[in-house]
């Protein structure tokens, strides 16, 4: 089973554009660190959300992979259900609002880029917080581990 998360943009008309990531929902080590580490530039963002829905994030976009022989697969890449595995209706979503957007209870992690950061908001500490920016939440992190 995996974490599941919801990865999306906020665009300058107040929607959300997203898609759903099945695998490594995880701040650290998973969904958040990748996005914080390979996924800043805006272009980037607009790629891996032009994938659709994944099975799991990569450090790369990458090309397409046969989706059920994992001993061909790259793991630096992305493995998009659309894209890799040939399903149908896998495209992003449009949320009307951020609001509405943060407030979907579907997925323990839901991450969000707005004005060129990337936040998150951890559904299972509090459904009712706000965001916290990634960075902040990896330097947190680093720093218990340091002590």
């Not at 998360?5 to 650290?28: E, F, N, Q, T």
């Not at 660190?33 to 994944?54: M, P, R």
């Not at 790259?74 to 609001?99: I, M, V």
């Not at 957007?101 to 969000?112: A, E, K």
Request: hydrophobic fraction near 25%.
């Amino acid at each position: 089973m995996g974490t599941h998360a919801r990865i999306g943009k906020l665009l300058p008309d107040g929607k959300v554009r997203s898609i759903y990531c099945h695998y490594d929902g995880y701040v650290s080590g998973g969904v958040g660190e990748d996005l914080s580490t390979h996924y800043q530039d805006e272009s980037k963002v607009d790629a891996l959300l032009d994938l659709g829905n994944l099975s799991g994030i990569g450090k790369e976009i990458g090309e397409e992979q046969d989706f059920s022989d994992f001993t061909k697969q790259n793991p630096d890449w992305c493995l998009a259900y659309g894209r890799d595995r040939g399903q149908k209706g896998q495209e992003a979503t449009f949320t009307g609002s951020e609001e509405e957007y943060l407030g979907d209870g579907d997925y323990p992690y839901i991450y969000l880029y707005k004005n060129g950061e990337w936040s998150f908001k951890d559904m299972n500490q509090d459904r009712y917080s706000g965001l916290q920016t990634i960075s902040s939440a990896l330097n947190i992190k680093e720093e218990d581990e340091n002590e």
